[in-house]
């Protein structure tokens, strides 16, 4: 008897391999093409679960949040409706309304750098299970033009999901930086603006919700290169920026637009000291964003420096707290790690004092770390503590100028 596959009933000679199973045998052709089917029948069923919604009410994303992210309670707030909205949005797109269509709201988190939007990002699709990636602006430029395309933003995308498709497609992805595409003048660019108004334009095509091809292993687009069709209409984009000296041009609009009866009145109720919370869709217009990339980010929200109270409780109080990672690192080496209350008011002090906000807090740890991370389990040591005294010592002047700006 000649040893065929039983599916396309070709002998041994005839494939390159013929795998043999309990009554008969499959080649190598037949089984890659049954492994394909399998696949698209997953992912047809790697839809948007409406479940997910029961227990992630707006209520229950913010409570969420305040587990890994101190104060900001407006951007919060924003985000989680923003978020149930769109989830909700998938939940009903099978409920066919002719006189209602919603639309998705992506969202513009502005604030300085470490005060929390990547890590409210991140958060929620921990929450939410969903894939998530991170982009950085600066690297984007037009087709054709050093650096990488738009459509390396999806390539990431795909790649968190482990290439699903369908989960993709529900996915959140963040871009950092968005305010150093700005275009370079206040008027539209008479010549080629590469990293600032051609990515702007370039993005928005994701953020509108189109059918885009994407380069699996990411890279330039080539003719001849396959490519993985993927839609961002459920897509839910979240970008964020320091737009650093955007305050003026909301000091400018305010100025102005306060006048006639009552205008000192007014004019007193504005907090000068953080006019980041008065920000609105033509002050982003006046930084250098172009008019159609805000209407598709129509949920816009802002996020306040964090103040030394705030940084403090950074330090201590959330589940991934930098303090509770250290004790955990000490704790493995049978270290007993503790700090001073007089260390940490020092450390929020230097952060506070250049304007480092909550990520530059780890560098400053870091600095204060390194030796007794390296010393102490060497040593045998059972017992660590930090002192503000030793903190002094370990930041001293020359080191402290690293953070100037």
Do not use: W
């Amino acid at each position: 008897m000649i040893d065929k596959c039983s599916f396309c009933e070709r002998d041994r000679n005839e494939v390159n391999m013929l795998i043999s199973g309990a009554e008969g045998y499959i080649c190598d052709e037949c089984a890659e093409k049954a492994m394909d089917i399998v696949k698209a029948e997953l992912q047809e069923t790697h839809d948007f679960d409406p479940e997910i919604l029961k227990h992630n009410k707006p209520k229950d994303i913010k409570r969420f949040i305040d587990q890994y992210v101190v104060d900001q309670d407006e951007a919060k707030k924003t985000v989680a409706v923003a978020v149930y909205n769109h989830y909700k949005r998938l939940s009903v797109k099978h409920i066919k309304r002719d006189d209602v269509d919603i639309e998705k709201s992506n969202i513009i988190l502005i604030g300085r750098t470490g005060t929390g939007k990547t890590l409210m990002a991140r958060t929620i699709a921990r929450m939410l299970d969903v894939p998530f990636t991170i982009v950085d602006a600066t690297v984007l430029t037009e087709a054709g033009y050093v650096g990488e395309d738009v459509e390396s933003i999806l390539t990431r995308l795909l790649q968190s999901a482990d290439y699903d498709t369908a989960s993709a497609e529900h996915g959140i992805v963040f871009i950092d930086e968005i305010d150093k595409i700005a275009r370079k003048g206040d008027n539209p660019s008479i010549t080629r603006d590469v990293s600032g108004e051609g990515v702007q334009q370039a993005i928005l095509k994701l953020l509108e919700g189109s059918v885009v091809n994407v380069p699996p292993q990411g890279g330039r687009k080539h003719p001849e290169q396959r490519m993985i069709p993927v839609n961002t209409n459920n897509i839910l984009f979240i970008v964020g920026g320091a737009f650093e000296g955007i305050e003026k041009n909301i000091a400018n609009r305010l100025n102005t637009k306060v006048v006639g009866y009552g205008a000192q009145q007014q004019r007193e109720k504005i907090d000068k000291n953080n006019l980041i919370k008065y920000v609105t869709s033509e002050d982003l217009r006046a930084y250098g964003l172009i008019p159609e990339i805000i209407g598709r980010l129509p949920v816009v929200s802002y996020l306040n420096e964090l103040s030394k109270d705030a940084l403090k409780r950074i330090l201590t109080e959330p589940k991934n707290s930098l303090i509770k990672q250290y004790k955990y690192l000490f704790e493995i080496d049978d270290i007993e790690f503790s700090v001073q209350k007089e260390a940490l008011d020092y450390i929020v002090d230097v952060a506070a004092k250049y304007k480092l906000g909550a990520r530059g807090l780890r560098g400053i740890c870091e600095n204060i770390m390194t030796d007794a991370m390296f010393e102490l389990p060497s040593n045998n040591a059972k017992k660590f503590v930090l002192t503000e005294k030793l903190a002094k010592d370990k930041l001293q002047i020359t080191n402290l100028e690293q953070y100037r700006k």
